[in-house]
Every structure is written in structure tokens, then in C-alpha cells.
């Protein structure tokens, strides 16, 4: 009786697993979008645990890693300033800030207020020495309340 009993709930798992869409091919996979974004948003959180450890060979290697998933998931989805702002993170840590400026500068063209891309864009302005152009970015930051505005306020005082 104990084994049938197994046997039935074995067959009802793998029975729920096949007919529930949530776990179609195509859900959860590397094609879907939200997937592809919240994978590259990992990856970026794991460099940046690295880099605070001075790993910085390790987090250039992820931050690349979540470039590629992040192209893929703006591929699908050409209208979301949070893909842009991280695809412009991923390079400018890399060193390809003029590349990481234009997908700061198309989320902005898609959410002028974006908090993440406003900061992250003024911080590659006080690391190509274009500080008028962060304060700008500071300035649309004011009025937020928000850590990236004291953030960026720091290092362009630091500057």
C-alpha cells in the first residue's frame, strides 16, 4: 500500500509539472524576458560583492556575463529604462563608458526621472570629468529623498 501510495503522489507531481503553463518550455527560460532581466540583475549583485573584495578580474568577468543576458532580455523589450540603466552599468564598469553613456541616455529618452540611470549616468560624468553635466543629474535627484542623491552629491563634492 506504501508503495503505491509514493507512486501516486510521484505521478501527480511530475502530472502538475507538465500541464501547469508556468512550466512550459518557454517560462523561466533564457527566452523570456523577465527572466533574462532578473539573471542579469544577479549577476550584477554577485560583481559587486566582488569588486567590493577587490576581485576585480571575477566581477568584470559577471558584469559581462550580465551584459549578454541584459542585450537579450532589451532585445525582447526596447522599452525598459530598467534594462537600459542596468545595460549602461555592466559597461561603464567594464571601461566602455561612451557605449554605457548611450543606453543611460536612451533610459533617460524613456523615463526622464529614473533615479537609477540619473545617478549612475552622473557618476560617469564625475569619472570623464564632465562635473556640469553630474550636477545635472544631481539636480534631478534633488527632490527624491533617495540614497542615490547623496551618493552622487558625495562623490561629485569628493571630486
Given at each position: 500500500?506504501?508503495?503505491?501510495?509514493?507512486?501516486?503522489?510521484?505521478?501527480?507531481?511530475?502530472?502538475?509539472?507538465?500541464?501547469?503553463?508556468?512550466?512550459?518550455?518557454?517560462?523561466?527560460?533564457?527566452?523570456?524576458?523577465?527572466?533574462?532581466?532578473?539573471?542579469?540583475?544577479?549577476?550584477?549583485?554577485?560583481?559587486?560583492?566582488?569588486?567590493?573584495?577587490?576581485?576585480?578580474?571575477?566581477?568584470?568577468?559577471?558584469?559581462?556575463?550580465?551584459?549578454?543576458?541584459?542585450?537579450?532580455?532589451?532585445?525582447?523589450?526596447?522599452?525598459?529604462?530598467?534594462?537600459?540603466?542596468?545595460?549602461?552599468?555592466?559597461?561603464?564598469?567594464?571601461?566602455?563608458?561612451?557605449?554605457?553613456?548611450?543606453?543611460?541616455?536612451?533610459?533617460?529618452?524613456?523615463?526622464?526621472?529614473?533615479?537609477?540611470?540619473?545617478?549612475?549616468?552622473?557618476?560617469?560624468?564625475?569619472?570623464t570629468n564632465r562635473i556640469d553635466l553630474a550636477k545635472k543629474r544631481l539636480e534631478i535627484l534633488m527632490g527624491c529623498k533617495c540614497e542615490e542623491y547623496e551618493e552622487l552629491k558625495k562623490l561629485i563634492e569628493n571630486k
Amino acid at each position: 500500500m506504501k508503495k503505491n501510495n509514493k507512486l501516486l503522489i510521484i505521478l501527480l507531481i511530475v502530472f502538475s509539472f507538465n500541464t501547469n503553463p508556468n512550466y512550459s518550455a518557454m517560462s523561466g527560460s533564457d527566452n523570456d524576458e523577465a527572466s533574462l532581466y532578473n539573471a542579469g540583475k544577479k549577476l550584477i549583485y554577485r560583481a559587486k560583492r566582488l569588486e567590493k573584495k577587490n576581485k576585480i578580474e571575477k566581477a568584470n568577468a559577471l558584469y559581462l556575463k550580465a551584459y549578454n543576458k541584459l542585450i537579450k532580455a532589451y532585445d525582447k523589450d526596447k522599452k525598459n529604462a530598467d534594462i537600459l540603466n542596468y545595460l549602461g552599468y555592466s559597461l561603464r564598469k567594464t571601461g566602455d563608458l561612451e557605449k554605457a553613456e548611450s543606453y543611460y541616455l536612451k533610459g533617460l529618452e524613456l523615463d526622464a526621472g529614473h533615479i537609477g540611470i540619473n545617478e549612475y549616468l552622473g557618476e560617469l560624468y564625475v569619472q570623464t570629468n564632465r562635473i556640469d553635466l553630474a550636477k545635472k543629474r544631481l539636480e534631478i535627484l534633488m527632490g527624491c529623498k533617495c540614497e542615490e542623491y547623496e551618493e552622487l552629491k558625495k562623490l561629485i563634492e569628493n571630486k
